[in-house]
């Protein structure tokens, strides 16, 4: 039973992985839909109530009767590579190959409806506050009474995408700023805004989960931090992740926030507060995992192996 | 508790079936997410573990917590119609809108998971299958090899588009065609192609699921058709669609591919053959039912909204 695994030609997380599942002699086929058509063949036949079907790249061919697990890495655009690319070719490369693969009994990480899903940010707060996370109080408005009436409740905000990174190519990610206090909100008239209520953050803690099993790393603030410095991906630190142990209940909250959004796997931001109280930021289906195993030593990538080689 | 119906202004199927709730008394809130923002306000809130949002356009306001259902019927793009259009606006504009309604315990026709994967042909074949309705042996392929194997196998062959209509504005749709004998298959590598054995058919049927409840109309083929006028949409015909009995291991099966397809409403094309089997081509999620309705009394758009008013 083959681990199908689905991400563009550079990828050194996926490298990781592979070389893992390599050394398990669990067999592997790595393939980009970019090269679907071209480097990729595919083929399914129904015919007289039964289905075969297969996926080949090279040398190497996966049968969909065969195929243990999909990990959906970061793959390309079906049709990218074609000798004459277009919007149509994608949408029936793309229905075919997915269609395919959604027609087998493989386990997913994750599942494109999940992952689909998983990325709406108002479904996350909501999501997570009824698996028993704290939620920073949270709007989500083209109202600017609602944003003036929310910011005289909450003083001190910070504003984010609703939607996370700009859809651009290569993507940008749009920071998480500070709301200065004399804003008249009138502008979220003109496209959703969220406006979050500022956690007054210690640490940022990164929290991957994988099947079962949650790692959790923290990256202290530093001191004397500026504090509109809001966003970890941006700030200017020193300071490592270093491993953390994660407490039972924020345990429990997670595994059932990823039970409910049937995720096998997902990338939590938390912000722990001066209490200690872990605030449930975001969760991540496709998050990166490389710069935490690098500065904790954690076994991401192994622990992804694992699944992905799970019965 | 209120009825959300997510349309285009011109739509004149959702106008049949606003004007059945209208008249059962049933709130009902008619929008289209292309004037988000504009048009439109939205607003969610999340604090203290609660979550209360709402969403109003001119002087109707439907709150999150009395959504009865929502009728995902033919939505425009959120953020198509605002002072400055971009991809980024309808990003966000989508998941605060999406988002927000997947927060809500709302009964949905259909909801947006199922219907992004019943648009996935392959898995329909499979699905089909599995339900037990009889499915025209079919291949999708890449590989020319494979085309002229299944063509020698299944000589009498027509090849249509494995994702439906082609992704233009206004789409267009791409016919069902017969397959000359003398095909070579070696463009197949060019693109995923989907041949399928031709029913010899004496009519199409369309059936209408819409919860438990499926109708189903017969259009004859016309005396002396081609036999190369193998889709309805485009034949010249003069026949009507007449209300046709479904055979009830036909129905078992609809109910079944249904339920597990997660979908409220379906429209199934078949085609019977001489012997009167029923030989499933698609179930199009968001398939168009006035054409039905007018020909043959059916009332389907009560259906709709009786679906919708339900509890």
């Known amino acids: 039973m083959t681990v199908l695994v689905l991400t563009s030609d550079e990828d050194v997380t996926a490298d ?3 070389a893992r599942l390599n050394d398990t002699g669990i067999p592997v086929v790595r393939l ?3 090269d679907l058509p071209g480097g990729i063949t595919l083929s399914g036949e129904y015919a007289h109530g039964a289905f075969r079907g297969y996926l080949s790249a090279g040398d190497r061919v996966v049968s969909m009767a065969g195929l243990r697990s999909v990990w959906l890495r970061r793959p390309g655009v079906p049709g990218a590579r074609a000798a004459v690319p277009s919007g149509w070719l994608t ?3 793309s ?3 997915y269609g395919m693969l959604r027609s087998t009994g493989a386990r997913w990480m994750n599942h494109p409806d999940a992952a689909a899903r998983a990325r709406h940010k108002p479904w996350q707060l909501r999501l997570a506050q009824h698996s028993g996370l704290q939620v920073p109080a949270t709007l989500i408005t083209t109202f600017p009474h609602a ?3 929310f910011a005289r409740r909450f003083p001190d905000l910070v504003v984010k995408p609703v939607s996370g990174a700009h859809p651009q190519e290569p993507p940008r990610v749009v920071p998480t700023s500070r709301v200065a206090p004399d804003v008249d909100f009138t502008a979220v008239a003109l496209g ?3 406006l979050q209520h500022r956690v007054d953050k210690r640490a940022d803690i990164r929290l991957t989960a994988v099947g079962d099993r949650i790692l959790a790393a923290r990256k202290a603030v530093a001191p004397g931090a500026h504090p509109d410095d809001i966003d970890v991906r941006f700030a200017p630190s020193e300071e490592p992740w270093r491993p953390v142990d994660v407490p039972p209940l924020v ?3 997670v595994h059932r926030y990823l039970r409910e959004a049937e995720l096998a796997y997902g990338a939590f931001d938390f912000a722990e507060d001066p209490d200690g109280a872990w605030w449930f930021l975001e969760c991540n289906q496709s998050g990166q995992f490389g710069f935490v195993e690098m500065d904790t030593g954690q076994p991401i990538a192994r622990a992804v192996a694992d699944w992905l080689a799970g019965p």
């Open 91 to 93: 949408e029936e490369a």
């Open 16 to 18: 990781l992985v592979v």
């Open 251 to 253: 345990a429990e909250a």
């Open 147 to 149: 944003a003036r009436d």
């Open 192 to 194: 959703p805004t969220l």
């Open 95 to 97: 229905q075919a190959l």
């Open 32 to 34: 980009d839909p970019a």
